[in-house]
């Protein structure tokens, strides 16, 4: 294919991701763009070109290896469950918006190791980008036959790295504040993420299955070929050894890579989500995995002492059978997996770049005096420059560095470099003796011996054998060989360096963090992060600061990045959460920590504490101190809660009440009597309610166990109360016409054995016999099935209550005709007066009833049943024998047609 034609197609590719992400940035909403699958494949960054065509080239020349980048992620990815939700918890609680402000914040909101974090992803990531850019200049000049150009002009992938740079600082910046989920960009990744899969499938079955006879025709063919045996087995010790090491780096790299942590982390919308992707994610890969072996077995049947680049085998195939369109679907497949990777990594960079170096180190300052409008343009505007910059810069790697080296190499490099994050990252979330010199010196350190190791050595030129540094080591000290350190020889160059740098990374990070406790701020950090499900509700409770500060000085601060009328919805907000006084002048520790989490999502966690330590005056705690604090915190925080919770359950009660009473009001004039009977039923919980929260509020040294008693009355009259209500409203419903039926023929024999099982226990306890008459097994009505269970629950509760006390039996009879199924529930308990018959389904006819005891009950049961009966146009009554009282009601059945049910 011509290379105008080839680009004509990439533009009009491009043309729709960029309406797909402009479509789902304003639907962000909907539900097309906001749901778990939508998630779970934006997750499906992690397989950049790299696995596009990377694994190919691994599986072709090493044989199964190559597994080892999936199957790390698979092993932990069970733990999302634990691991991934508490990271989501504490990163939303305090807006952290990447995996800089996340580490930096738990070390006491260290601006230097913010700093250190972003300088190691990018180190890290760039040559991963530039492993992109060289995926979509390599496989342009295959469809296009052509050769790559030294003139950056004629180069295609100069204008591809321009366009993707364009595209990800205009969607990647739409916010100011970087915590706002980005939907057009995840939107559109996760298209991407299901084309890239779908093509990879077709090329996966075009070999195996058109140009080979199957699975066992590879096989067979591809087990003739030299080394065949001995690359698809994981080998010796040696070889166990490094595919364990590949195994772990791959694990760590699931969650610290900047890309994923941003689709995993701050693009997540609910924890829920988790639960879908925690399956879909591994099934991704498993189907990304099954024609891997084919596809690069094939190649190596096809193209048998060629001396091909095995990782382009996907292209190559289709292309030697002279397949032009299934060539360029495999092309925009790469294409998409590249792209991805490039938008992704380049905003979280970007906003690292920003937040943990340009703004704080450098015009955090200017930032205090100028207006919001400005402040916002500057920061959206450094991260624009920092995408693109990024982007670019990354062009000039793989212009001048990478072009010599696999795709899989290049991959694994970044991945170690990344790794090194990983005992400050999951100790920060486990361990709470970690500190910020232990998470310094390890970082650095680890970072220097993959600099020794492998950085170094790639830059070099790992093939240049005359190169005496890696041949003979510096200064011909061969214990010092890069490649083989203390003489260990046994490892591959990646999980060599793996292994050394995380050895000296770990042990050092554990060390000084034993050896050098940490400041109080690192410690209160560790309590909140570690201990982060305690403090969820409530997290600004549990932020320890003592000091002089003012609330008019903070909100000065604030407006200046949020504008005013956005500060003045937060601070109601707060006042509303924590029930303070808005005329309070004087700042507290809730107050600093909430100011400080506002600010973060625009400037990150380092500048946010900068610039509100400019307005406060803070004195120093001690470690102790601290922890007596945060015990006292962790108290206070469950009661608040228990009596937040209780609070919120009356507001709640309350407002349904009013609209309850409001609405029977505005019924009828009968509607008073109504009311004084509800009155009536209502006071008995509301004055035990307001009696044990005056015993509350006025007397502080209650005792905790007295205290306890208390709340669990308030509680228990509140279920009182909310039952009570429930039903006013249940009924109110079904009077006013609101009430929907879900009707659908069902076997009212079954529905009946069931809601039995539901009172089965109350049956026993009062050693009642009970016996079911029915013409048929199966008899079926047209009803409601919620609803009929709870008209057979009410009315068998009620046989249950007024059965005979000493040989109680309850009797229910199924009869059916052509037009009605009619129940009968009788039970040999007391009778009922003829002239009661007609008002006992009224609602409150136990309350008006004062001439017999009054039972337990709302007295609104068998009214409720009258409405729900009558709502499928049946009948309810009842009747008196000699022994006992019958209940009788009646349904349509099932050849009653649906038009005739209201």
Same mark, same amino acid.
């Given at each position: 294919?011509?290379?105008?034609?080839?680009?004509?197609?990439?533009?009009?590719?491009?043309?729709?991701?960029?309406?797909?992400?402009?479509?789902?940035?304003?639907?962000?909403?909907?539900?097309?763009?906001?749901?778990?699958?939508?998630?779970?494949?934006?997750?499906?960054?992690?397989?950049?070109?790299?696995?596009?065509?990377?694994?190919?080239?691994?599986?072709?020349?090493?044989?199964?290896?190559?597994?080892?980048?999936?199957?790390?992620?698979?092993?932990?990815?069970?733990?999302?469950?634990?691991?991934?939700?508490?990271?989501?918890?504490?990163?939303?609680?305090?807006?952290?918006?990447?995996?800089?402000?996340?580490?930096?914040?738990?070390?006491?909101?260290?601006?230097?190791?913010?700093?250190?974090?972003?300088?190691?992803?990018?180190?890290?990531?760039?040559?991963?980008?530039?492993?992109?850019?060289?995926?979509?200049?390599?496989?342009?000049?295959?469809?296009?036959?052509?050769?790559?150009?030294?003139?950056?002009?004629?180069?295609?992938?100069?204008?591809?790295?321009?366009?993707?740079?364009?595209?990800?600082?205009?969607?990647?910046?739409?916010?100011?504040?970087?915590?706002?989920?980005?939907?057009?960009?995840?939107?559109?990744?996760?298209?991407?993420?299901?084309?890239?899969?779908?093509?990879?499938?077709?090329?996966?079955?075009?070999?195996?299955?058109?140009?080979?006879?199957?699975?066992?025709?590879?096989?067979?063919?591809?087990?003739?070929?030299?080394?065949?045996?001995?690359?698809?087995?994981?080998?010796?010790?040696?070889?166990?050894?490094?595919?364990?090491?590949?195994?772990?780096?791959?694990?760590?790299?699931?969650?610290?890579?900047?890309?994923?942590?941003?689709?995993?982390?701050?693009?997540?919308?609910?924890?829920?989500?988790?639960?879908?992707?925690?399956?879909?994610?591994?099934?991704?890969?498993?189907?990304?995995?099954?024609?891997?072996?084919?596809?690069?077995?094939?190649?190596?049947?096809?193209?048998?002492?060629?001396?091909?680049?095995?990782?382009?085998?996907?292209?190559?195939?289709?292309?030697?059978?002279?397949?032009?369109?299934?060539?360029?679907?495999?092309?925009?497949?790469?294409?998409?997996?590249?792209?991805?990777?490039?938008?992704?990594?380049?905003?979280?960079?970007?906003?690292?770049?920003?937040?943990?170096?340009?703004?704080?180190?450098?015009?955090?300052?200017?930032?205090?005096?100028?207006?919001?409008?400005?402040?916002?343009?500057?920061?959206?505007?450094?991260?624009?420059?920092?995408?693109?910059?990024?982007?670019?810069?990354?062009?000039?790697?793989?212009?001048?560095?990478?072009?010599?080296?696999?795709?899989?190499?290049?991959?694994?490099?970044?991945?170690?470099?990344?790794?090194?994050?990983?005992?400050?990252?999951?100790?920060?979330?486990?361990?709470?003796?970690?500190?910020?010199?232990?998470?310094?010196?390890?970082?650095?350190?680890?970072?220097?011996?993959?600099?020794?190791?492998?950085?170094?050595?790639?830059?070099?030129?790992?093939?240049?054998?005359?190169?005496?540094?890696?041949?003979?080591?510096?200064?011909?000290?061969?214990?010092?060989?890069?490649?083989?350190?203390?003489?260990?020889?046994?490892?591959?160059?990646?999980?060599?360096?793996?292994?050394?740098?995380?050895?000296?990374?770990?042990?050092?990070?554990?060390?000084?963090?034993?050896?050098?406790?940490?400041?109080?701020?690192?410690?209160?950090?560790?309590?909140?992060?570690?201990?982060?499900?305690?403090?969820?509700?409530?997290?600004?409770?549990?932020?320890?600061?003592?000091?002089?500060?003012?609330?008019?000085?903070?909100?000065?601060?604030?407006?200046?990045?949020?504008?005013?009328?956005?500060?003045?919805?937060?601070?109601?907000?707060?006042?509303?959460?924590?029930?303070?006084?808005?005329?309070?002048?004087?700042?507290?520790?809730?107050?600093?920590?909430?100011?400080?989490?506002?600010?973060?999502?625009?400037?990150?966690?380092?500048?946010?504490?900068?610039?509100?330590?400019?307005?406060?005056?803070?004195?120093?705690?001690?470690?102790?101190?601290?922890?007596?604090?945060?015990?006292?915190?962790? +108290?206070?925080?469950?009661?608040?809660? $228990?009596?937040?919770?209780? &609070?919120? %359950? @009356?507001? #709640?009660? /309350?407002?349904?009440? *009013?609209?309850?009473?409001?609405?029977?009001?505005?019924?009828?004039?009968?509607?008073?009597?109504?009311?004084?009977?509800?009155?009536?039923?209502?006071?008995?919980?509301?004055?035990?309610?307001?009696?044990?929260?005056?015993?509350?509020?006025?007397?502080?040294?209650?005792?905790?166990?007295?205290?306890?008693?208390?709340?669990?009355?308030?509680?228990?009259?509140?279920?009182?109360?909310?039952?009570?209500?429930?039903?006013?409203?249940?009924?109110?419903?079904?009077?006013?016409?609101?009430?929907?039926?879900?009707?659908?023929?069902?076997?009212?024999?079954?529905?009946?054995?069931?809601?039995? +099982?539901?009172?089965?226990?109350?049956? $026993?306890?009062?050693?009642? &016999?009970? %016996? @079911?008459? #029915?013409? /048929?097994?199966?008899? *079926?009505?047209?009803?409601?099935?919620?609803?009929?269970?709870?008209?057979?629950?009410?009315?068998?509760?009620?046989?249950?209550?007024?059965?005979?006390?000493?040989?109680?039996?309850?009797?229910?009879?199924?009869?059916?005709?052509?037009?009605?199924?009619?129940?009968?529930?009788?039970?040999?308990?007391?009778?009922?007066?003829?002239?009661?018959?007609?008002?006992?389904?009224?609602?409150?006819?136990?309350?008006?009833?004062?001439?017999?005891?009054?039972?337990?009950?709302?007295?609104?049961?068998?009214?409720?049943?009258?409405?729900?009966?009558?709502?499928?146009?049946?009948?309810?009554?009842? +009747?008196?024998?000699?022994?006992?009282?019958?209940?009788?009601?009646?349904?349509?059945?099932?050849?009653?047609?649906?038009?005739?049910?209201?």
């Amino acid at each position: 294919m011509s290379s105008l034609g080839l680009l004509l197609i990439l533009t009009i590719y491009v043309s729709i991701l960029f309406y797909i992400a402009h479509w789902a940035e304003k639907k962000s909403r909907s539900k097309w763009t906001n749901n778990a699958y939508i998630y779970s494949f934006s997750l499906a960054v992690y397989c950049s070109a790299w696995t596009y065509y990377g694994s190919i080239g691994v599986a072709a020349d090493s044989g199964l290896s190559y597994l080892t980048i999936y199957i790390g992620p698979i092993i932990i990815i069970p733990t999302w469950m634990i691991i991934l939700k508490k990271i989501i918890r504490i990163s939303r609680v305090n807006k952290i918006t990447s995996i800089a402000d996340f580490i930096s914040l738990r070390y006491g909101n260290s601006r230097f190791l913010g700093a250190l974090v972003t300088l190691v992803c990018i180190f890290g990531v760039l040559p991963y980008i530039a492993l992109q850019l060289k995926s979509i200049s390599d496989t342009f000049n295959i469809v296009t036959k052509t050769q790559s150009s030294t003139n950056i002009f004629s180069d295609t992938t100069t204008y591809v790295c321009i366009a993707l740079a364009l595209f990800a600082s205009y969607y990647g910046t739409r916010y100011v504040d970087a915590s706002e989920k980005r939907r057009g960009i995840v939107t559109a990744v996760a298209i991407e993420s299901i084309l890239k899969l779908i093509f990879f499938l077709i090329i996966g079955i075009y070999v195996t299955y058109f140009v080979f006879d199957g699975f066992d025709d590879i096989y067979t063919k591809a087990s003739l070929l030299e080394n065949f045996d001995k690359k698809n087995t994981i080998g010796g010790l040696s070889e166990g050894i490094n595919w364990f090491f590949l195994c772990v780096l791959s694990m760590f790299a699931i969650f610290l890579l900047p890309r994923q942590f941003h689709t995993a982390i701050v693009e997540n919308n609910k924890e829920k989500h988790i639960q879908t992707a925690i399956w879909l994610f591994p099934l991704y890969l498993l189907l990304f995995n099954i024609f891997v072996y084919p596809i690069a077995w094939g190649g190596n049947i096809l193209f048998k002492g060629q001396g091909l680049n095995a990782d382009t085998y996907s292209l190559l195939i289709p292309q030697f059978f002279n397949n032009k369109s299934l060539t360029v679907l495999v092309f925009l497949g790469g294409f998409s997996a590249a792209i991805s990777m490039i938008i992704v990594s380049s905003i979280s960079l970007a906003t690292m770049l920003s937040n943990n170096l340009l703004i704080p180190y450098g015009f955090v300052g200017s930032l205090e005096d100028i207006s919001e409008e400005k402040n916002s343009k500057r920061i959206v505007i450094s991260r624009k420059i920092g995408i693109f910059s990024l982007i670019i810069f990354a062009y000039a790697i793989y212009r001048g560095f990478v072009l010599d080296y696999s795709l899989v190499s290049i991959g694994l490099v970044s991945f170690v470099v990344i790794a090194q994050l990983a005992p400050a990252f999951f100790g920060a979330i486990f361990w709470r003796r970690g500190s910020k010199k232990g998470a310094v010196t390890g970082i650095i350190l680890g970072f220097l011996v993959c600099l020794y190791t492998i950085l170094i050595p790639y830059a070099i030129g790992v093939t240049k054998s005359s190169s005496t540094f890696i041949q003979e080591g510096p200064w011909g000290i061969t214990m010092l060989k890069p490649f083989e350190i203390l003489g260990l020889n046994y490892l591959d160059p990646i999980q060599h360096a793996f292994f050394w740098s995380m050895l000296l990374n770990a042990m050092s990070y554990l060390a000084v963090s034993v050896s050098f406790k940490g400041n109080y701020r690192e410690r209160n950090y560790a309590e909140m992060f570690v201990d982060i499900d305690k403090y969820i509700t409530n997290h600004e409770n549990a932020f320890v600061w003592k000091g002089i500060a003012y609330v008019s000085d903070i909100q000065k601060v604030l407006k200046r990045f949020l504008g005013e009328a956005r500060t003045k919805r937060a601070l109601t907000i707060f006042n509303q959460k924590y029930n303070v006084d808005k005329n309070n002048n004087t700042a507290d520790a809730k107050f600093i920590k909430f100011a400080e989490n506002l600010l973060t999502g625009h400037i990150g966690t380092a500048s946010a504490k900068i610039l509100i330590a400019s307005v406060i005056k803070e004195d120093k705690i001690s470690l102790p101190e601290v922890l007596r604090i945060l015990e006292e915190s962790k +108290e206070n925080i469950i009661i608040n809660k $228990k009596l937040t919770d209780t &609070s919120k %359950e @009356l507001k #709640s009660i /309350s407002e349904k009440l *009013k609209n309850a009473n409001q609405e029977l009001v505005n019924k009828d004039i009968q509607k008073d009597e109504f009311l004084d009977t509800v009155t009536h039923e209502l006071r008995t919980p509301i004055t035990a309610i307001r009696a044990a929260s005056e015993i509350l509020h006025d007397d502080d040294d209650i005792p905790p166990e007295i205290r306890k008693q208390f709340l669990k009355s308030i509680i228990t009259e509140s279920d009182r109360l909310n039952r009570l209500i429930d039903k006013i409203l249940d009924l109110e419903k079904f009077e006013t016409g609101k009430q929907k039926l879900y009707l659908s023929k069902n076997n009212i024999s079954k529905t009946i054995k069931n809601t039995l +099982e539901s009172v089965n226990q109350l049956i $026993k306890n009062k050693n009642i &016999s009970i %016996e @079911l008459h #029915s013409t /048929s097994n199966e008899v *079926k009505a047209f009803y409601d099935e919620e609803r009929i269970i709870q008209v057979i629950h009410n009315l068998l509760s009620n046989a249950i209550k007024f059965c005979s006390e000493t040989a109680g039996k309850i009797t229910i009879i199924i009869l059916e005709n052509n037009q009605n199924v009619v129940i009968k529930i009788h039970n040999n308990g007391k009778e009922i007066k003829k002239e009661d018959m007609d008002s006992i389904f009224d609602k409150f006819y136990q309350s008006r009833d004062q001439n017999v005891k009054k039972p337990i009950g709302s007295g609104l049961g068998l009214a409720i049943c009258k409405q729900i009966i009558e709502h499928h146009k049946g009948k309810i009554w009842t +009747e008196t024998t000699k022994n006992g009282a019958t209940f009788i009601f009646t349904l349509p059945n099932y050849n009653t047609t649906e038009k005739n049910i209201i």
